[in-house]
């Protein structure tokens, strides 16, 4: 199953670590990402597309564990199917 996942918060060192290897806690694969700091290196933003192993996964569990890493690292992690993210964004 292919999600999107969106990261956006203060810039911190590890952000980038943290959901990478919460992903591959789960046997998720990370198809393609971008990043970048917005303003004046204040603001982290990153997306990525990532497709999930449902069998080592499920959809939930791993909202679940990017939720918690996001707290952690105080930014906002969102997981959305990718259907349902091109869905929203059909005109």
């Not at 303003?39 to 909202?63: H, K, Y």
Request: with cysteine; proline share 1%.
């Amino acid at each position: 199953m292919k999600c999107v996942i969106s990261v956006l918060g203060k810039d911190r060192s590890g952000i980038v670590a943290a959901v990478a290897t919460t992903l591959a806690e789960c046997e998720a694969n990370i198809d393609d990402i971008s990043q970048t700091i917005l303003g004046e290196g204040s603001i982290f933003s990153m997306t990525m597309l990532v497709t999930l192993v449902p069998e080592a996964c499920d959809f939930n569990t791993v909202q679940e564990k990017l939720e918690a890493v996001g707290e952690e690292l105080g930014v906002q992690v969102i997981i959305q199917r990718e259907d349902v993210f091109q869905f929203m964004y059909k005109i």
